[in-house]
């Protein structure tokens, strides 16, 4: 498939703000570099820590409109003026198996491993997740991924069901079956994700345990032993209501994907159901683990 970068250079402040409207006007993907070309990923979400110029770049298919792309950014303050922008056109190739060359076999506790689907594990008799995540994220490099797939690694999943909301490549869906888990629901808003879901599944063996599923065609109708959720703050927020009534009785709830400083309000959003563990934190992000009590309820 052909492709084409719009680029935009704008301050540090204007870049959480206009990745969000690249993404909603259908970029594949958004990196962001400076003026020397050096690329960061995987961003913290404090912005203020990039460049003082930020070049944020939107992948898009050749065939796209970016008269309405344009359209759409300018409808958001500050954008109202466009800042300096290009449209390049890049050289045809596979770009989402490129990094693929850096992605190296990693471990993640005692037993288990990510490893990418062309290479040999270093450890044969230990977990090793053959993982190839396509487009979708989550490859154990994010702080957020580590920090859930050493939550699997330290904990028995013997005989649990398990909920992976936010599933992405499949990581944790597949670390939790590789663990003992019998019955999977893997849940991602991205149809992307679930293909690569069903793909690594598959890679793996486990796809007979692993259930796919957009959110509003979930098919779990009793509440499960364990909930996993490496999304975001905010929506994490905004389904506490949602996830208690997904994990049982003394169930465990796992969430990532928040930062440091969230930590606190994402707590209140759930103490009323869940009884939480010390926190975990890894570079700046947390995992929040909490085991529900329904004698906690205060509604």
């Given amino acids: 498939m052909a492709w084409q970068e719009l680029t935009f250079e704008v ?3 204007q870049v959480d703000t206009l990745s969000e409207l690249l ?3 259908g970029a594949a993907s958004v990196t962001y570099k400076d003026n020397t070309d050096t690329p960061i990923y995987e961003p913290a979400a404090d912005a203020s820590d990039l460049w003082a110029s930020t070049c944020v770049v939107g992948l898009f298919d050749a065939g796209t409109d970016f008269d309405a792309v344009l359209a759409l950014i300018q409808q958001r303050e500050p954008f109202s003026n466009l800042p300096p922008y290009r449209i390049t056109d890049l050289k045809e190739q596979q770009w989402e198996r490129l990094w693929m060359d850096e992605f190296k076999p990693m471990r993640f506790g005692e037993r288990l491993w990510i490893c990418p689907t062309e290479t040999t594990p270093p450890e044969p008799d230990a ?3 053959m993982l190839d995540p396509g487009l979708a994220f989550g490859t154990g490099t994010h702080p957020t991924t580590a920090l859930c797939l050493e939550w699997i690694d330290q904990n028995d999943l013997d005989h649990k069901t398990v909920i992976d909301f936010g599933c992405g490549s499949g990581i944790l869906a597949i670390g ?6 019998t019955s999977i629901e893997a849940i991602d808003i991205d149809p992307q994700a679930l293909l690569a879901t069903n793909s690594n599944a598959a ?3 486990v796809a007979s345990k692993i259930t796919t599923a957009l959110p509003n065609e979930a ?10 959720a490496n999304i975001l703050a905010n929506p994490i927020m905004e389904l506490a209501d949602y996830f208690s009534t997904l994990v049982k009785h003394n169930g465990i709830i796992v969430l990532s994907g928040i930062l440091s400083e969230q930590a606190t309000q ?3 959003a759930y103490d009323q159901w869940f009884e939480f563990q010390p926190i975990a934190e890894k570079e700046g992000w947390v995992r929040l683990v909490a ?3 329904t004698s906690r309820n205060k509604s």
Avoid at 176 to 181: D, E, K, L, V, Y
Avoid at 219 to 228: I, M, N, P, R, S
């Fill in 23 to 25: 993404c909603d006007a």
């Fill in 219 to 228: 098919t779990a109708l009793t509440a499960v032993d364990c909930l996993l």
């Fill in 203 to 205: 890679q793996n063996n």
């Fill in 291 to 293: 085991s529900r009590n």
């Fill in 176 to 181: 939790a079956a590789m663990s003992g888990a």
């Fill in 11 to 13: 301050s540090p402040s």
């Fill in 127 to 129: 977990l090793n997740i």
């Fill in 266 to 268: 994402v707590v209140s």
